[in-house]
């Protein structure tokens, strides 16, 4: 069972644009909700968490909308550049065991020049 | 500088013959976990530990085991490798403090099992 659904699963924007990639989970124990970037060949980064209590979190060009009633979060990507090309996956994390995280499938995130 | 090493980073080995994949974190961090990574199946928990002697089983345990001597370190065991668990593995570790969260992932070990 699925308990975080990520779409969509890939995304090409043009340089310049905004990239939305959306997440819904079911397990309204998950404290916090990270977002990570995976380039080829590399580990998962993390970009930004942000936790429920929080509608909005932004950092940089990067921001998390929540919406704990429709338990969905989605990841911003402002002015997105072609260095943005890479996987992003969402995940959910309870408080209390940060080492239980549930991820997304992952969005494969093309930015065209 | 905060860091999660794995060893080795590349491994073929043959079905059956048992392998180790090592972890290590200089963060002090009390959780760490196992994931394993195979296309269109996104990440995959396997094991984690809340802190030393304390482990859980994730989402896809079998064939798999751990240990958590040392806070440090978080080994990955394989005692019969099959060619299912041919896959891209990584450690991670992570803390968590009031609002906010902190999870690194190693840079990944590629094994393949024939």
């Known amino acids: 069972q699925q308990q975080v659904k990520q779409s969509p699963q890939s995304l090409i924007v043009q340089k310049g644009g905004i990239s939305i990639i959306n997440c819904a989970y079911e397990?309204?124990?998950?404290?916090?909700f990270p977002w990570y970037q995976q380039f080829p060949g590399k580990g998962p980064a993390l970009l930004i968490a942000?936790?429920?209590?929080?509608s909005e979190k932004k950092e940089g060009r990067f921001t998390i909308s929540f919406n704990k009633s429709a338990k969905q979060f989605s990841l911003h990507i402002m002015d997105s550049q072609p260095g943005d090309s890479a996987t992003y996956f969402c995940?959910?994390?309870?408080?209390?065991?940060?080492?239980?995280?549930?991820f997304g499938d992952g969005t494969t995130l093309t930015v065209k020049p | 500088e905060a860091q999660v090493t794995q060893n080795p980073r590349y491994l073929i080995t043959v079905t059956g013959k048992k392998l180790t994949v090592t972890c290590s974190q200089n963060m002090n961090h009390e959780y760490m976990s196992w994931y394993r990574q195979d296309p269109g199946l996104g990440l995959r928990q396997i094991y984690y530990?809340?802190?030393?002697?304390?482990?859980d089983k994730g989402d896809v345990p079998e064939g798999y085991k751990v240990s958590r001597k040392e806070k440090r370190n978080f080994p990955l065991i394989l005692e019969s490798p099959s060619p299912n668990q041919t896959s891209l593995y990584f450690c991670?570790?992570?803390?968590?403090?009031?609002?906010?969260?902190?999870?690194?992932f190693g840079p990944g070990t590629r094994l393949t099992v024939t």
């Open positions: 942000i936790r429920p209590d929080v």
């Open positions: 995940a959910a994390t309870p408080h209390a065991n940060a080492g239980k995280s549930t």
């Open positions: 530990s809340m802190n030393v002697e304390v482990t």
């Open positions: 991670a570790s992570s803390v968590t403090a009031g609002v906010s969260y902190e999870q690194y």
């Open positions: 397990n309204t124990a998950f404290d916090y």
